[in-house]
Structures are given as C-alpha cells and as structure tokens.
C-alpha cells in the first residue's frame, strides 16, 4: 500500500511519461497528416480520422492536429515537450502565440509558470497582438455546447459592426414582441379607452433571439410552405433508464428533451408518424428521387452519413446501393444516407458499398479492403511499465520534477509580463 507520498511522486512521474509520450503522438500525427494517410481510409480529414480511430471528439480531434501542426514550426518548444519539461497543455497554449522568432522568450516563461498562469499570460499576449495587427481576429463563428441539465450554450464570434446589427435585430425583437404581447392581452380583456394596456415586462433577449429565428424561418423554408413552422425532429421511444411505458425524447444529435420540453413542443407542431417496419417503404422503380416519406426514414434510421466514422448530419444525399440505372430500387432498404464527401468516394473514388445478408452496410476500399466500422484495439500491457520502457527505449530521463515549475511564489504581473512578451519580438 503506497502512502499519500508516493501516490503523490507517482501521479507526478507518470504525468511526465504521458507529456513525453504525447510528444511522439503529436510527431506521428503531423507527418500522418503531412502524407495524408487518413484519406486512405477514406476521412473527411486527419481530424475525422483521429475521432473515429481513437475515439477522439471532432474538437479535440481538430486542436491534437493545430498543434501537431504548430510544433514542426517550433523546435525548441518541440524539443521541451519531447523531454518532459513541459506538459501538453502549456504547449497547448503557446502553440497558440508563438512564433519562430517569440519562441525563445515565450519557452522561458513557460517553465517558470504554472498552467494556469500561461494560459492567462498567452491570452493576455495575443490580445495585444491582436491589438496591435500583428496576429489576425479570431475568425468568424458560431459554436454549440451541451450544459448540464438540457440547456445549450450558442457562442457567436462576429465583428463589431456584424454584432451591432445582430445586436439591433435582437432589440427590436423585443419590441415587437412586447408590443404583440400588449394587443394580445388588451384584446383578451378589454377595458375603456381612457385605461391603457398593462405594462408587461419586457421580453429577454434570448427570447428574442428564438422569435428571430422562427420569424426568418417562416418566410424562408422553400416555396409552396404556406408558412408552415420549419421541423425540428423529437425523436419519441422507451426511456431506457425508466420503467416500460415512460417515453423520452432525444433531438437528432442525441440530446436528450425533457418531459415538460416535449409537451411543450407538442402542443403547436406538426406530428409525423413513422412506422416501425420502415424498411417496407418502398416506391418501386417509379422513380429514382426519394419521397419526402423515405427520406425521413432515412434519416431516422442512419442519423448521419453511414461511412464508418463520418459525423455529418447535414446536406445529406440519399445513395442507391443498387443504383436505379442498373435495377435498383427507391426503397429505404437499398438507400443508405451519404455526406457529399464520402458520395463522391462511392462514385468516383474507387469506394465500393453493398448490404450483407444480415442488412448490415458493407464499405470497401478501392483495393478491395473492408473498412471496418468500430477500429480494432488490441489489448495493453499495464500502461507505467510501458511507459517507462518506453523512455528508456530513447534515453529520456524523465522523473517525478522533470515538469515542475520554476516559480518561485511570488505574485505574478501579469500586465508587465504581457507587455515584455509584446516587445520582446522588437
């Protein structure tokens, strides 16, 4: 039994094998990338590649790539992780500011600093980069994120005047939703005319928010619409974590929609009925487009495109596993839900698509090979011994200090150190 200690030396150390052993899989993935080994698998990019082969989510993915990227640009920072001496996410954060000629300075500050005072260090320094044009505005953007409890996060990235008129829009919203709401309620309860309309509260901007999106979709979800709402998919089943009978409800990416969200939702929307045994829907050889009926079949079945490891949802196509020219049938079991990319592989790169006898899908590569949908992993010896071989293998000498800071306590200034990085480039 270890004591607190050696737990303590031991969690240390082994971090340390981990940063050294993080450099050589951020070295692997760069050249992996650089020869475009992941188009041999037929992925989107190495990015895609890396969430389906090692379980990766597409922004982790994305980030192990920049920085791998970013590091065979800059061999000192490079040589440090390689060694220990700094952990990945200190490299995470200079990668983002450094440059051949900062990463001097910038790796000297890195060892002195802890974590969490980089990070705020290399913020603090490329806004005033930033500032100054030296680096570029971070691009234009729009990202969702998950919270506990049902709720989603929207973070907007925009420019100024692109966020003052968003901004304008939101307000005006509001108004128009409160002056709506006041003709409502006057409408409901009249009153003399000397007696003006209550004075409700004013709506919340993401009110507004969701009152511009409903009105934008409203006028423009295609021609012949009738103004109809535009269709945000509930999926309804058994709540596996309930009793039989207790139903729940999961949008189109898995995200669970609670009870009340749903009763909500049902009472002002449109109710689609999807049959069980939807591979019966079935139109024949009358015509090669896909009916409105099997294309959401389609989409309730495959959820995606169906390549191994593809995670796109959207501007799907509807591919003839049999094609229509060749006999196949416009039926939900000869069509399969295919991205534009990995279309494009099927029809003219080589790739090759067939259901088994089992109504699996089966994708071959142009040599022939069968691309498998889970990867195969093989089983591990106990991960420190390893390790540790492993560093001995390339005499590292890494030990439980080998990343410590050098810090010496004292409280940092983070105003005068962000200004000598700025100027130590001049």
Request: hydrophobic fraction near 40%; include cysteine; charge should be negative.
């Amino acid at each position: 039994m270890l004591t607190v200690e050696e737990l303590g030396q031991e969690i240390a150390e082994l971090a340390v094998h981990l940063d050294a052993a993080t450099h050589r899989l951020l070295e692997c993935v760069r050249q992996f990338n650089a020869e475009c080994g992941w188009a041999a698998q037929g992925a989107v990019s190495c990015a895609h590649w890396l969430a389906w082969r090692i379980g990766l989510d597409p922004a982790t993915a994305r980030e192990k790539v920049r920085v791998a990227r970013a590091l065979g640009t800059l061999p000192a920072i490079d040589a440090a992780l390689k060694a220990g001496k700094l952990s990945y996410a200190k490299v995470r954060a200079l990668s983002r500011v450094a440059t051949p000629e900062t990463e001097a300075k910038l790796l000297e500050v890195a060892l002195y600093a802890t974590g969490a005072q980089l990070e705020r260090l290399c913020r603090g320094y490329r806004t005033a980069l930033t500032a100054e044009n030296v680096l570029p505005p971070p691009e234009r953007s729009v990202r969702r994120r998950e919270l506990p409890g049902g709720m989603v996060k929207l973070e907007i990235v925009l420019s100024a005047d692109e966020a003052d008129l968003v901004e304008g829009a939101i307000e005006r919203a509001r108004e128009v939703a409160q002056a709506g709401a006041k003709v409502d309620v006057s409408a409901e309860t009249p009153s003399p005319a000397a007696t003006p309309a209550p004075d409700l509260p004013r709506p919340s901007r993401a009110d507004a928010v969701v009152a511009l999106a409903e009105s934008y979709l409203a006028s423009n979800v295609g021609s012949g619409n009738g103004g109809e709402r535009f269709t945000v998919m509930v999926h309804v089943d058994q709540d596996p974590l309930a009793p039989d009978g207790v139903l729940a409800g999961t949008l189109d990416d898995g995200t669970r929609v609670s009870a009340e969200a749903l009763r909500r939702v049902a009472c002002d929307c449109g109710l689609v009925a999807v049959s069980g045994d939807g591979d019966k829907l079935n139109i024949g050889r009358r015509s090669r487009s896909i009916p409105p009926a099997i294309r959401r079949a389609l989409m309730l079945r495959d959820r995606g495109c169906a390549f191994p490891g593809c995670t796109h949802d959207r501007f799907l196509h509807g591919h003839h596993i049999r094609h229509w020219l060749h006999g196949g049938e416009t039926s939900v079991e000869n069509l399969s839900l295919l991205c534009t990319h990995h279309h494009r592989l099927v029809h003219e790169g080589g790739w090759s698509l067939a259901r088994t006898a089992e109504g699996e899908l089966c994708f071959r590569a142009p040599d022939g090979k069968q691309l498998s949908a889970v990867p195969a992993r093989e089983a591990t010896e106990d991960a420190l011994t390893f390790l540790h071989e492993w560093a001995d293998e390339r005499e590292l000498h890494l030990g439980a200090d080998t990343n410590t800071p050098l810090w010496d306590g004292t409280r940092p200034d983070y105003d005068w150190a962000v200004a000598a990085l700025a100027g130590a480039g001049e």
